[in-house]
């Protein structure tokens, strides 16, 4: 089993960036495949991004690509979402999940973190 805790919200303006960081508990979090998760208020949670085991595979939402970038450190038990070029419409809740890059199924979720973006 896998505990994720999220860190790193808060409130910038647009074209700020901001870093959030979802530390993992447990022995086996280099055998998951990472993802991070938004849900805007009055919106289905969408898929952000995700990382490979390995840290050499990555995919992104089309609506976030070349702003933000995920990344992971097997090391420290750690995976993390640098964003750039923040706007008003990335505001959300972000949640760091745990499961299969491959099949695209995450299993184990942290409580999220809230990012707002004000114009």
């Known amino acids: 089993q896998v505990q994720l805790v999220e860190s790193g919200g808060g409130l910038v303006q647009a074209g700020d960036s901001l870093r959030l960081s979802c530390a993992a508990s447990?022995?086996?979090?280099?055998?998951?495949?990472m993802g991070w998760f938004r849900q805007a208020p009055g919106k289905e949670r969408e898929f952000v991004a995700g990382?490979?085991?390995?840290?050499?595979?990555?995919d992104y939402a089309d609506s976030v690509k070349g702003r933000f970038t995920i990344s992971r450190d097997n090391a420290k038990n750690a995976v993390y979402l640098q964003m750039n070029s923040l706007k008003p419409e990335d505001t959300a809740v972000y949640y760091c999940?745990?499961?299969?890059?491959?099949?695209?199924?995450?299993?184990?979720w942290g409580q999220g973190t809230q990012v707002t973006v004000s114009s």
């Open positions: 999940a745990a499961g299969s890059y491959y099949l695209k199924r995450y299993i184990y």
């Open positions: 447990g022995r086996t979090f280099s055998s998951y495949g």
């Open positions: 990382i490979n085991m390995s840290g050499d595979l990555t």
